[in-house]
């Protein structure tokens, strides 16, 4: 994340990382202020056993796209509302407008569990644990929409889809 205040929202991509049996490193990398620790980062991720980043930032949010111009690693781009943000149309879409060549995965405004999903569903591509508990993990979520539309049902309300 390219700052610490970004944090409440990066935490989800790492808790939903963690219960997917993701391992994920979680640190700041700041575009502006550390541009130096930014390359090496980007550059030594692959070597250092890495196949997905996600990278959150607010405002001018360049770190998503500059990570991506210097690794050949997917790169996801987590828009972050931050406090200096024009209700975080910058973010998004200076993570979103990549010029081709350097793409950068975007997911929604303070999306970062999104990021972690998306993050898992890549490396489930190879892994097929990972690749099990996302199929899991979607499997629960349909439960969860069913137990809803029965809960409505019960509630008495009429056509309700079954």
């Known amino acids: 994340m390219g700052s610490d205040s970004d944090l409440s929202i990066m935490q989800d991509a790492a808790d939903i990382l963690q219960d997917l049996g993701v391992a994920y490193e979680l640190t700041v990398v700041s575009a502006h202020r550390t541009p130096l620790r930014m390359i090496e980062y980007a550059q030594k991720a692959k070597a250092r056993g890495l196949k997905v980043i996600i990278a959150g930032a607010g405002g001018a949010a360049h770190l998503p796209g500059m990570v991506a111009s210097i690794t050949s690693l997917p790169v996801i781009g987590?828009?972050?509302?931050?406090?200096?943000?024009?209700?975080?149309?910058?973010?998004?879409?200076?993570?979103?407008?990549?010029?081709?060549?350097?793409?950068?995965?975007?997911?929604?405004?303070?999306?970062?569990?999104?990021?972690?999903?998306?993050?898992?569903?890549?490396?489930?591509?190879?892994?097929?644990?990972?690749?099990?508990?996302?199929?899991?993990?979607?499997?629960?979520?349909?439960?969860?929409?069913?137990?809803k539309v029965s809960n409505l049902k019960a509630k008495g309300h009429p056509n309700t889809f079954d």
């Open 78 to 147: 987590v828009p972050v509302k931050s406090s200096n943000s024009i209700d975080g149309w910058d973010s998004v879409l200076s993570i979103l407008q990549m010029p081709n060549g350097v793409p950068v995965a975007t997911v929604a405004l303070n999306a970062a569990k999104n990021a972690g999903i998306l993050a898992a569903q890549i490396i489930g591509t190879a892994n097929e644990t990972v690749g099990n508990k996302v199929a899991a993990y979607k499997e629960d979520l349909e439960k969860e929409v069913l137990v």
